[in-house]
């Protein structure tokens, strides 16, 4: 499970579960019941609470979460019974605020419900393909395809159960456009079910309904996704937007990938979520930062501005740095004609390993946009501390592409990170001395 999927799970269960304590805490106060047995009611709903954190969270660490549990039991039970409004206020917010966002919550689980309602009905009157039309183009010898098609063979889609779907989803992409078309609301409607539970196959949905990013770069088209979309009828393709929508609204962490799968995959049609994608997609290439109330850090933010006026943009098609695998076309379609003075800290984070995989020329234009986000919005987790430092002399030919005035802004963006980023101290601090600092003074 990945940290944001935990932290989502967790948040849920802070939520519901401080909720009926404090609720509990009430009716206790209300009893009259005494300290001794409301400190021990509280510590075993804090037991089950961690009980269930541990199986949510797996090796994560909980342990600053059991503390602030433990001091918050310890605060509301002292003597007589009293519930410290005050205290649970401070360290877990208003429980006011926690209902509401229960209710929104248990909003968007009915938003899912009544999607998945709908989702079979343009499909409904398909039959199941016969086995010799199930797969697009088989593959003599290839096994996993043979099993795929064998499992497939006349099974009816409200037949295909999440354990299947979850280890088969992958060889969907084999499947022809009729089956594509006859087995698709299994996926969209299972990886709904008891939502949010399912989160990983939500992705995996996300992750079939997004077109290989290599073809669209290289070949301009994704011709097999394409006579996919082609076989679905105006109502089939509408309903899977629909589910897009859905999950760009109402799922954070997967907000950027349904948004890329629309833009990318579901635009030959115009949709609610077509406009929603396009303006997700405005907001992210249309940013201005406010100036920092840090004077170090607008000093290093102006020497990087100055130093990169003038950087030419490379060319839309000189931005990707491998045509291995599906990344590096990503990123160079993603970044594709957008100015580095425009783009958002939130697009930068999405996209945070995207230096890696950009050119020479694309590298040097799009760094002192990683280097304002980590400057001016930290949080955004996509500084470009790894691709300035590891490994500067095995990357002379790359680094080459900068000028004096671009080196020297790095060197500046490099000394403040050395002082604020004491994980990454050391290695910076030797980036400076064998590389930056000698070529910069140069």
Not at 33 to 41: F, K, L, R
């Amino acid at each position: 499970m990945c940290r944001d999927e935990v932290r989502e799970e967790l948040t849920a269960a802070i939520v519901d579960g401080f909720i009926e304590r404090v609720d509990g805490f009430r009716v206790a106060e209300q009893l009259g019941m005494s300290s001794v047995g409301a400190n021990s009611a509280a510590g075993a709903a804090i037991d089950r609470f961690l009980k269930h954190a541990r199986q949510i969270a797996g090796s994560s660490d909980l342990s600053s979460v059991e503390g602030r549990l433990r001091g918050f039991q310890k605060r509301v039970v002292v003597g007589p019974f009293r519930w410290s409004r005050e205290s649970f206020f401070r360290d877990f917010e208003d429980v006011e605020q926690m209902r509401s966002w229960r209710r929104e919550r248990a909003a968007t689980c009915g938003r899912a419900e009544r999607l998945r309602t709908r989702i079979p009905t343009p499909f409904e009157g398909l039959r199941p393909p016969p086995g010799r039309r199930i797969l697009r183009r088989p593959r003599s010898g290839d096994p996993e395809e043979a099993i795929l098609r064998r499992k497939l063979k006349g099974k009816r889609r409200d037949d295909l159960g999440f354990p299947f779907l979850q280890e088969w989803w992958a060889g969907f992409c084999y499947l022809s456009a009729e089956a594509f078309r006859y087995y698709l609301p299994a996926l969209l409607d299972t990886s709904l079910y008891a939502f949010p539970s399912r989160g990983p196959l939500i992705h995996s949905a996300i992750s079939l309904l997004t077109p290989s990013y290599w073809r669209l770069h290289y070949a301009g088209a994704d011709d097999d996704f394409d006579e996919w979309v082609a076989a679905l009828d105006p109502a089939q393709y509408d309903v899977v937007c629909e589910f897009l929508e859905f999950v760009h609204e109402e799922v954070p962490r997967y907000r950027f990938p349904s948004a890329k799968a629309i833009r990318w995959g579901w635009s030959s049609r115009e949709s609610s979520a077509l406009a929603k994608a396009r303006a997700f997609y405005h907001r992210l290439h249309n940013h201005e930062y406010s100036p920092s109330a840090d004077t170090r850090v607008q000093r290093v933010v102006d020497e990087i501005e100055t130093a990169f006026e003038s950087t030419p943009y490379p060319g839309d098609d000189r931005l990707c740095g491998s045509d291995l695998g599906d990344e590096p076309s990503e990123y160079a379609l993603e970044f594709r004609g957008h100015s580095w003075r425009k783009l958002h800290p939130e697009f930068l984070g999405w996209h945070s390993a995207a230096l890696s995989f950009l050119s020479d020329d694309g590298f040097r234009y799009y760094v002192p946009a990683f280097m304002m986000a980590d400057l001016l919005c930290p949080e955004c987790e996509c500084d470009p501390i790894f691709e300035l430092t590891h490994d500067v002399t095995g990357h002379r030919e790359r680094f080459a592409r900068f000028n004096g005035r671009e080196r020297r802004a790095i060197v500046a963006y490099l000394r403040y990170a050395a002082e604020d980023d004491e994980y990454s101290r050391e290695s910076i601090e030797r980036a400076l001395e064998l590389y930056w600092i000698p070529t910069a003074q140069g």
